[in-house]
């Protein structure tokens, strides 16, 4: 099957810093593509480039064999790509139904106002938040902050989800709470590029697995081979980590 995504030797810099150096990853449709790696590996970088917030200095992104470079962020987000952001920003003094509302409205191609409610309600619903539509989204703990920075996402009812640390700084409840959902969202048919450092949620969920070290992809290949693969333990893990 043809990758969903395509990211084909992208390079990003920012004056004097390479973020990410000459990186192909391909993401195929249906799955959990983990991406991990120490802080500062590009990470993020790639999330901004992939969704047309940064623009490479060289290099493709191809979107169902589109290519998406240079496009802007709303045209990436209506043709499917959405994300979620390692710090969670709502809209705070907005309620979680207004603030899923907005992305629905804005993040889709044009629908009808009536149409963006259905598709905030859904969104609402798969996240579990129904019940809390009317709760002003700060008043919220980090767990239904990030279900309501997921909701938002998923408003706009993208094709492929990229996901930012969604379970950094919650409790081991909430992150298999989260997982779950991660996990109900892949089985609905999207598929989802997972940024995580917790390592327990991303080889444990990830059908594969991309390891980045200074803006580089030094490794790509199953969590098991991840796990046990001597530059990945040098790099990042420290020690080999064990799956399955
Ligand atoms: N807007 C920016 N301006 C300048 N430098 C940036 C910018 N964004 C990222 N960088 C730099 O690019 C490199 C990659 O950063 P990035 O945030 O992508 O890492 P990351 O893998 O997401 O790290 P973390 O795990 O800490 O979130 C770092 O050296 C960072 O300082
Ligand atoms: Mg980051």
């Known amino acids: 099957m043809a990758p969903i995504l395509r990211c084909v030797d992208i390079s990003v810099r920012f004056g004097g810093v390479t973020a ?21 590996a590009g990470k993020t970088t790639l ?9 490479p200095v060289s ?31 709502p809209f705070k003094n907005m309620s979680v ?23 905030a309600d859904r969104a609402i619903k798969a996240v579990g938040l129904n019940g809390f539509e009317d709760r002003p989204a700060g008043s919220l703990d980090v767990l239904g902050q990030k279900k309501v920075e997921i909701a938002r996402a998923l408003a706009a009812e993208p ?30 048919g999207v598929t989802v590029v997972l940024v995580e ?23 790509e290949g199953t969590p098991k081979e991840v796990g046990v693969a001597p530059q990945v333990v040098e790099a990042y893990l420290g020690e080999e980590y064990g799956v399955g």
């Open 20 to 40: 990410l150096r000459n990186l192909s990853i391909d993401v195929e449709k249906g799955i959990i593509h983990g991406v991990i790696g120490p802080n500062g």
């Open 47 to 55: 999330f901004n480039t992939i969704t047309g917030v940064v623009k």
């Open 59 to 89: 290099g493709k992104i191809l979107f169902e064999g589109r290519d998406i470079t240079g496009m802007k962020p709303y045209e990436i987000c209506k043709l499917g790509i959405a994300r979620t952001h390692q710090l969670i920003r």
């Open 97 to 119: 139904l207004e603030n899923v509302l907005v992305a629905a409205y804005f993040g889709s191609g044009k629908i009808k106002v009536s149409e963006s409610r259905r598709r």
């Open 159 to 188: 094709k492929l989800l990229l996901l930012d640390e969604p379970v950094a700084g919650l409790t081991q409840l909430e992150t298999d709470d989260i997982m779950r959902l991660v996990q109900s969202i892949k089985d609905e």
């Open 197 to 219: 450092h917790v390592l327990k949620a991303v080889m444990s969920f990830s059908d594969r697995i991309s390891v980045l070290n200074n803006g580089e992809k030094i490794y």
